[in-house]
């Protein structure tokens, strides 16, 4: 368990972290994220994408998953290589996805992730909650 009280897990090309769904998370995450694929070798344009998609990711977690709670939950975020991608997942164990009149953001995340990606999955959970997963080339150019 690291000092702020969240998982961390590193090794064989993994790369696995829990973090509050507050909005300091997200630079946390996209920064581990990051370094984690320009350590597996990703290219400056990809290492773009990256930083840029898990920041979407993180960010609809902290906005939207835990508004029914009164404490933030978890946001975990894996990584790993595959090949010659970088696969990323971010998970929530909050409500799902489910439409929002008072949404705070202009509906773009999902969409520019995908822009971003080689592909992108999002999946509700069992037990409740969202996963997204991405997947991005090494070589990724803009």
Do not use: C
Request: glycine share 10%; charged share 20%; proline share 4%.
């Amino acid at each position: 368990m690291s000092a702020n009280g969240f998982t961390e897990k590193h090794g064989a090309g993994r790369l696995s972290r829990v973090w509050p769904a507050v909005a300091a998370s997200v630079a946390e995450a996209r920064n581990a994220v990051t370094a984690f694929a320009e350590a597996a070798g990703a290219t400056g344009d990809a290492l773009a994408a990256v930083s840029l998609a898990v920041s979407e990711a993180v960010t609809n977690a902290v906005l939207h998953a835990y508004l029914d709670h009164d404490e933030p939950g978890p946001v975990q975020v894996r990584a790993r290589r595959e090949a010659q991608s970088v696969i990323v997942e971010v998970a929530d164990q909050g409500r799902g996805m489910l439409p929002r009149t008072d949404s705070p953001g202009l509906g773009l995340g999902l969409p520019l992730i995908a822009q971003m990606t080689e592909s992108l999955e999002v999946h509700d959970r069992d037990g409740g909650g969202t996963e997204i997963r991405m997947a991005f080339a090494l070589t990724a150019t803009a």
